[in-house]
């Protein structure tokens, strides 16, 4: 379950200016960069779900980041179903960024009040 509030993570957002996206396949590699950004005042960070055990990868740091960064909003990126979506949410994801429109990932995020967010590429 989601630690923080939709609107929560959208100020998160708009008050750091960027959200750190980054995704790598051993978690401690992953919890330097996130600590790293952390500690120059990112709040919001999208992990990707790029690799084969992604998802592993993020129960892990999920777990870590409730109890080492207390204030960071840990969400997943490169979601493009609605399964998958609900993979994530129920590890924990406080926000879903999708880079095509898919209406049931919305459903899926909106269902369990999470945050969800659509990045176009220009």
């Known amino acids: 379950m989601a630690k923080f509030t939709r ?11 960027m959200v750190p996206v980054f995704y790598h396949q051993k ?13 120059g005042g990112a709040r919001c960070f999208e992990f990707t779900n790029r690799g084969d055990k992604a998802h592993e ?26 399964p998958t979506a609900a993979m994530y949410l129920q ?7 999708f880079p095509i429109l898919v209406d049931e990932v919305i459903k899926v995020c909106n269902i369990r009040k999470v945050a969800v967010s659509l990045v176009v590429d220009h």
């Open 57 to 82: 990868v993020f129960g892990e740091l999920i777990d870590w980041v409730r109890k080492e960064l207390p204030e960071m909003m840990l969400g997943v990126g490169s979601i493009v179903d609605a």
């Open 27 to 39: 978690t401690e590699i992953a919890k330097s960069v996130l600590k790293a950004c952390y500690e």
């Open 91 to 97: 590890l924990g994801a406080d926000f879903i960024v």
């Open 7 to 17: 609107i929560q993570v959208y100020q998160g957002m708009y008050e750091t200016g």
